[in-house]
């Protein structure tokens, strides 16, 4: 039966525009970096911890782990203005997005009081260990695996395309610790794998644009102590599918291409065709739109609603937009450039075969888009 969709109107509050500008203050003493259209291509430790110090990283969770207990809203608004910047966050994204929100959902007392202070620190930083060589759409499929030992786990396999793990402390392993079985989901955990343990070796791929932002990652016989896996063993996929919201619905899937459109409005001029100038409109329209639908979404988070078709849906109508940006100025341009204009779009169409991948491809999306409307 067709189910339809929860995007109920949310606007930000207008007292939130003070944080904003205390962002933006922040990112305009800060400003020394080459701004680039792949949130996890930048990375600076120092720049994570100035930017920690603030109270930004996990301002949304427990005062108890030093957080700061602030709304998905307030958080929105300055991830919103680190990506429009393109600072370099890189190093703390994926902890503060989400391995640190499933520590709080599934992690032991324990491990949050150890993992989650030194994220807020700006001083632990996570990388994500789902995707194998021969697995990444049908994630069910994984083979690295755990056998029990005592007091823990011997973990072997390969992870790869592992966004920033030659920066990184740990990463968040998705591993079978069972065999398969008819049920394809059951028999998998999540364990916290330190990057630097011993056995783990961290092999750099060099992407389009010539930068090593992901990696290959073996494991040869890794201990991983009982007290690193997240949740009840066997639990993992139940955990992973509840880290995608987060995941698939945030600004960084529609502000890759940001730095594009808001130099091919500067270049605009009263003597620009009107062709251009309708174009600039409808970017920046179909922008608006996606913005308030992930808005929509960040005010469901805050009410603790986990809206996993509305993410795919923002993901997937926020990839394929910010490939049509810079695609369509590309066929659009006059003869003559500015230079920053240029330069925007030549690192982003270098960038840009990826944003339908990272995460999850469209046609992996479009499925559980199907799925969640009761239409498969
Ligand atoms: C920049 C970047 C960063 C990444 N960072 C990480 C990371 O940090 N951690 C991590 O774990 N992974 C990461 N990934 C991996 C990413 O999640 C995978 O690339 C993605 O899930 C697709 O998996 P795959 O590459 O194995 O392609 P495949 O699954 O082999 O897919 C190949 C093609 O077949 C299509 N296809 C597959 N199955 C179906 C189906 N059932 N129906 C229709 N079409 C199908 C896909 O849509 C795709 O077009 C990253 C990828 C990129 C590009």
Redesign the pocket.
């Known amino acids: 039966m067709f189910q339809g969709m929860n995007f109920a109107p949310a606007k930000l509050p207008g007292e939130l525009e003070a944080l904003r500008h205390e962002v933006r203050d922040f990112l305009s003493a800060e400003r020394d970096w080459q701004p680039n259209s792949?949130f996890?291509a930048g990375a600076s430790p120092e720049f994570s911890q100035r930017f920690a110090a603030k109270g930004w990283i996990g301002m949304t969770w427990p005062k108890a782990y030093g957080g700061a207990e602030k709304t998905f809203l307030e958080r929105y608004v300055v991830t919103e203005e680190l990506l429009a910047a393109g600072a370099p966050v890189g190093c703390h994204w994926?902890a503060d997005r989400q391995s640190g929100p499933l520590l709080l959902k599934f992690g032991t007392e324990e491990q949050k009081q150890r993992f989650l202070p030194p994220i807020i620190a700006g001083e632990s930083f996570y990388?994500?260990?789902?995707?194998?060589?021969?697995?990444?759409?049908?994630?069910a499929s994984i083979r690295t695996s755990a056998e029990k030992v005592d007091g823990g786990w011997r973990l072997n396999g390969s992870?790869?395309?592992?966004?920033?793990?030659h920066l990184n402390h740990y990463?968040v392993t998705?591993v079978r610790t069972a065999p398969p079985s008819d049920n394809r989901h059951a028999g998998m955990s999540q364990f916290i794998v330190p990057i630097d343990a011993e056995g783990v070796t961290v092999r750099g791929i060099e992407?389009l644009a010539g930068e090593q932002?992901?990696n290959q990652i073996f494991f040869d016989d890794v201990f991983i102590a009982d007290d690193q896996v997240v949740g009840e063993p066997g639990n993992g996929w139940a955990q992973v599918m509840s880290e995608l919201a987060y995941e698939r619905s945030g600004p960084e899937r529609f502000l890759s291409a940001f730095r594009v459109l808001a130099e091919f409005g500067k270049s605009l001029t009263l003597d620009s065709s009107e062709e251009m100038i309708r174009l600039y409109g409808r970017l920046s329209a179909h922008l608006v739109v996606l913005r308030r639908m992930s808005i929509s979404v960040a005010s469901l988070l805050e009410s603790g609603v986990m809206p996993d078709t509305e993410a795919a849906l923002i993901k997937e109508l926020g990839n394929s937009y910010e490939r049509l940006v810079p695609e369509m100025v590309r066929l659009h341009l006059p003869g003559e450039v500015p230079k920053a204009l240029a330069d925007a779009l030549q690192e982003c169409i270098l960038?840009a075969?990826?944003f339908?991948?990272?995460?999850?491809?469209?046609?992996?999306l479009r499925?559980m888009i199907a799925r969640g409307l009761g239409l498969r």
Do not use: C, Q, V
């Not at 992870?159 to 793990?165: D, E």
């Not at 339908?356 to 992996?364: A, C, F, H, V």
């Open positions: 792949d996890n994926i990388s994500i260990g789902m995707s194998e060589p021969d697995t990444g759409s049908d994630l992870k790869i395309w592992t966004s920033n793990a990463m998705l992407n932002d992901f960038h075969p990826s339908t991948l990272r995460g999850g491809t469209r046609e992996i499925g």
